[in-house]
């Protein structure tokens, strides 16, 4: 075989194996990857088969013949083939670890991923433990704050290093009578004299746990009035800062609050005392004036007949004091309802204002929107007189009488008699004047029983003590401040009635003059309350304290005078009976009334006829005074 049969064979066997690798790269790697070349290779071949026939060796002019070009063609095919196939070998090695890492980091992201889900989850499930813990300490700090600031116990907070005050309550701030920013900005030192100052130092080095004894201190308020308090502490951080809640008891409300206790403890007992022999007693009194009148009638020795009146004077003296006695132990029978009270003030002005001389100036100043008052009316009327009546004796050289009304919310109010503590609202009733006031010493006995500064035979004691009683018995009490030189303030708290409560009677309106009656009273409350009575109803009063009087005042308006209305125990030179007598000779149609301690009982009949006589009770009793007086005036029967 010559050199050129043997290149045929080899470009032949060259050109075979094209097609056979490129049919394994088309398997391999996909006709969309490979076809581009082999349709490149396979038009190059074609050219160079159709380039290369039908010429001669030489006329290639390189040397080689046809043959040996297409092996060689088909060889750099091949090698073509084999660099591609290498490159997309490797390509696909790429690819398949491309995606083997695609896939462990797919799962590795999706297992992450999960992860940092639950962890989220487990993140929002914290932050909303968080913030219901987070609200509930703001709920129970602001539960605390208000326990601490709203809290009547005085009570402040201060740091154990420099002593400087960090944090105080309502309640400390009214104690010492400072403003917030004013008490933050002291030391404690300032509340303090300079000898107590190392007492202190030595108080706060020593821990405190709350169980010791409290101790007792004088504090300084801020109008540098020195108050006696109780002190006890407890350590605790504050901000971080080593500090010391101190909680103050004021010695002075405390002995108050004792006092008061005493104060309603006796009357109770007087009460109790009072209440256990008053109906025995009066049996007695009645049986003794029933005997006394029985033999003034028949004794004929005008020396003997004075020596019985005076025991029935003194019967109903000793009558009027039990019934008082009563009042002040609080079992007097009331009649509570529900009562406007300014209405009831402003209808009774003038009457009141006819209490005082004229160098006296009167002044009213009503609460607006005033609720009703849950009280016994005649009592309040009483107490109006009684306060106004005491002013007035205050001020012998004149003043001014103020009566003012109010709605006041109080949360320390007195005990009641059950031992509760009252706390709300209350109308309060006050009667200030500015007349002498009250030395310490009188204001430490105001309410005793039978304690009294007026001069012997003014006055039993028994007004205040009785009023106090009286309005303890209706859930009510009575304050006051006085100062000599400087006037005195009854302050009448009096319980209100339910929104859905209606007035008990209407407004006052002034009705026309029915006569004109001469009051003859040696008492100037029973007087004065006698008065306001019976001007309220419409009758003109000439009123006397004593027989003297009454016949000077005779003199001069007996043609206008219809009705004597006189106690029957005066002891002034001329009996009751004496005086009516009197008149009676000078003016036959003269109407005569006589009032009496010992003819009442309580809870029963409190008027009646003694022989031909009209007889009312005293105290007096507005209805039952008006039927009496109306009755003898018009020769009707006092209803029974």
């Known amino acids: 075989m010559s050199g050129f049969g043997a290149v045929g064979i080899i470009s032949g066997g060259l050109q075979l194996i094209v097609p056979s690798y490129g049919l394994r790269l088309v398997r391999r790697f996909g006709a969309q990857s490979v076809g581009w070349f082999l349709v490149i290779a396979f038009s190059s071949l074609a050219l160079l088969h159709l380039f290369t026939s039908g010429k001669t060796n030489g006329a290639l002019g390189t040397g080689l013949s046809a043959e040996a070009v297409c092996a060689i063609g088909a060889l750099l095919l091949l090698v073509g083939m084999g660099h ?11 690819q398949s670890k491309e995606q083997s890492l695609c896939g462990k980091w797919e799962s590795r992201v999706k297992a992450e991923t999960a992860d940092l889900v639950r962890h989220n989850r487990e993140l929002a499930a914290d932050k909303g433990r968080c913030e219901e813990r987070l609200k509930a300490l703001e709920n129970s700090e602001t539960r605390y704050r208000l326990l601490f600031e709203e809290n009547p116990q005085p009570m402040w907070i201060f740091d154990l290093r420099t002593h400087r005050i960090l944090l105080t309550n309502a309640a400390a701030l009214r104690l010492y009578g400072f403003k917030r920013d004013e008490f933050i900005a002291l030391n404690a030192h300032d509340l303090l004299s300079e000898s107590a100052v190392p007492r202190f130092q030595s108080f706060a080095a020593k821990p405190c746990s709350g169980v010791e ?18 002190m006890i502490g407890f350590d605790l951080k504050y901000d971080n800062v080593p500090a010391r809640l101190v909680l103050i008891s004021e010695l002075s409300a405390r002995r108050q609050r004792e006092t008061e206790s005493r104060n309603a403890l006796r009357l109770d007992v007087v009460g109790q005392v009072a209440g256990g022999f008053a109906h025995h007693f009066n049996n007695l009194l009645a049986i003794i004036d029933g005997s006394a009148s029985l033999l003034i009638e028949n004794q004929t020795d005008a020396k003997s007949a004075g ?6 004077a003194a019967v109903n003296r000793a009558a009027a004091l039990t019934r008082q006695l009563v009042s002040v132990g609080g079992h007097r029978p009331l009649h509570i309802v529900a009562t406007d009270l300014n209405a009831l003030l402003r209808s009774a002005n003038h009457l009141l204002r006819r209490l005082i001389d004229d160098r006296i100036a009167f002044q009213h100043l009503y609460g607006a929107g005033l609720p009703l008052v849950l009280a016994d009316i005649q009592l309040i009327e009483q107490i109006v007189v009684n306060l106004v009546l005491n002013a007035r004796d205050a001020m012998s050289k004149g003043g001014t009488i103020t009566i003012s009304t109010s709605t006041v919310v109080r949360k320390d109010a007195p005990l009641t008699n059950d031992g509760q503590i009252r706390t709300g609202e209350f109308v309060r009733l006050a009667v200030r004047d500015t007349g002498c006031g009250m030395t310490p010493e009188v204001q430490a006995r105001l309410f005793e029983p039978f304690f009294t500064t007026k001069d012997v035979g003014r006055g039993t004691g028994l007004g205040l003590a009785s009023v106090y009683g009286a309005l303890r018995q209706q859930s009510g009490w009575l304050e006051f401040t006085s100062e000599p030189g400087k006037g005195s303030e009854f302050r009448i ?4 009635a339910p929104a859905s409560a209606v007035v008990a009677r209407p407004e006052f309106q002034p009705v026309a003059m029915l006569g004109t009656i001469l009051l003859v009273e040696p008492d100037d409350r029973s007087r004065g309350m006698a008065r306001c009575i019976l001007n309220w109803s419409g009758y003109r009063v000439i009123a006397a304290d ?22 029957s125990s005066l002891s002034d030179g001329m009996s009751g009976s004496e005086l009516a007598q009197r008149l009676l000779q000078a003016k036959s149609k003269l109407k005569v009334v006589f009032a009496s301690a010992a003819d009442s009982n309580e809870g029963g009949d409190q008027s009646g006829k003694k022989g031909s006589l009209q007889c009312v009770a005293k105290p007096y009793r507005a209805e039952v005074l008006l039927q009496t007086v109306q009755a003898s005036l018009t020769g009707g029967v006092v209803r029974q």
Request: aromatic share 6%; glycine share 4%.
């Open 84 to 94: 591609l196939e290498t490159m997309f070998s490797e390509r696909a090695q790429g």
């Open 213 to 230: 004894t409290p101790l007792r201190w004088q504090h300084r308020r801020k109008d540098n009035c020195q108050i006696d308090v109780e």
């Open 307 to 312: 020596h019985l009146k005076n025991i029935s």
């Open 493 to 496: 708290f009096l319980p209100c």
């Open 546 to 567: 004593g027989s003297a009087l009454a016949l000077m005042l005779w003199d001069n308006q007996a043609a206008n005078i219809d009705l004597l209305l006189v106690d």
